[in-house]
């Protein structure tokens, strides 16, 4: 997809494909008014009829002559929000991507939603077209037609909102590219989408956007002591690999951000197995690694002068005479031995060895995990916040930030010392669980114990790294957030003077 910026006179619009917002009672901004007024009165004949009324996410699409003109409704403008906002621009930029239009160009009317500034509306507008333009149709045998729209331009008046614009688009488009990189990789099945095959995704990556690569195997990671991360590979016939993806912007010298990703490109619960509804959407328990990956790219394409290093243990976790059996117990790289009560709870037992090779072969300046870790976090936060751990509440608050801004937001939650005595053992230093009262706490006490004197975060996005029913399929979350996070981090987008 291709993004611009227009300003200039409404006429010059004429025969474009046009996005323009109403409000709720049919209340017109200064653009759709002058479209209107280019365009025979077309958007107030809508109005009058009654078939326009700015109510919320309505979508009514007229013609006058060659000229598309999609309205969209934004409803009560003092009620307007990130959400409503967000909701509304998706309806109507998926009525564009079902019609035959090639370049759509939407018209910024005001400031509907407070506190936004022209660079937020472009890079959501950015990310939204690529992601309604995505087809998650590659693994059937008759595919849907791709996308006609290619080319997306907003129309905005200033120099000073052109470029904030300009630069909305620039990351938006590096993270909605991210994002769908993500969601590319999450919805693959379990059966294409496997340990190697994630390394060799990483390997193209390298490439295409100048990362280092490099991939571990089997004998390689027990060389390391890696015990707790193969004790879950053991049940499966999937040999494991342990990833890490090295971006280079500023000086070698200086410690890098590592993310590290939890890629478990299949959890059937291992012998203490899954029930079998919904089993399949365990495919999905690979989306920390495919963020990792996303944001990556995103981080490469943006050039951001940052060190970052991406860690991904990838690994199947199935059952099998090999398999890892409850109550074995294990010597992690840390030295710590675990108990293993319950081999589903598995995401620790990778993530625990990858967070000390983090530490110790790395030395990052900080780490951020993030993994799709567990049930008890859907529970606690549902669909809409990814839970957020951290042992430096100023990485927190730097973290949820970048949530809040990238529109990709996740909820503080509690790392007390009170919760670790649910991880004690009779057998060995740790359990790998905790029982089910707050199931999203222990394991983020679990990981705690191997991230000590380093600054870490840990993200749980079982809740938002995809969604269930009808529209099944991953999200690309928190790809937003973390390139957010490294886009501040790293002293703000300077692509504009570049
Ligand atoms: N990958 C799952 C967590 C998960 C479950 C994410 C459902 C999204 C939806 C993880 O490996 C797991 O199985 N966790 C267990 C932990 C428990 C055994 C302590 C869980 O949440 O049930
Ligand atoms: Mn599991
Ligand atoms: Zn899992």
Redesign the pocket.
Known sequence: MEFSTRDGRADALKGQCLLVTAESGGRLGAAARAIDANHNGVISAALKRGDLTGKSAQVLSLADGATRIVVVGLGKLAEASEASWLKAMRAGIDAVVTSAAQELVVCLDGKPVRRRDACWYASQLAQIAIQTTQRVDQLKSKREEVAKLVKLAIWVEGEAEQAAAVRGLRQGKAIGEGASLARELGNLPGNVCTPSYLAERAQALGKEAGLKVQVLDEKAIAKLGMESFLSVARGSAEPPRFIVLRYQGSAKEDPPVALVGKG?TF?S?GI?I?PSVDMD??KY?MCGAAAVLGTLQAVARLKLPINVVGVIPATE?MPSGKATKPGDIVTSMSGQTIEIL?T????RLILCDALTYTKEKIKPLLAIDIA?????C?IALGHVASGLYSNDDRLAKELLDAGHTAWDRAWHMPLWDDYQQQLSSSFADVAN?GGRPG?SVT?ACFLSRFTRDMKWAHLDI?GTAWVSGKAKGATGRPVGLLTEFLISRSGGDRSAAA
């Open positions: 478990v959890d619960g203490s899954k959407e365990m328990d976790n319950n589903d709870a598995e995401g799709t870790l567990t049930g008890a859907v669980i199931g394991a079982a």
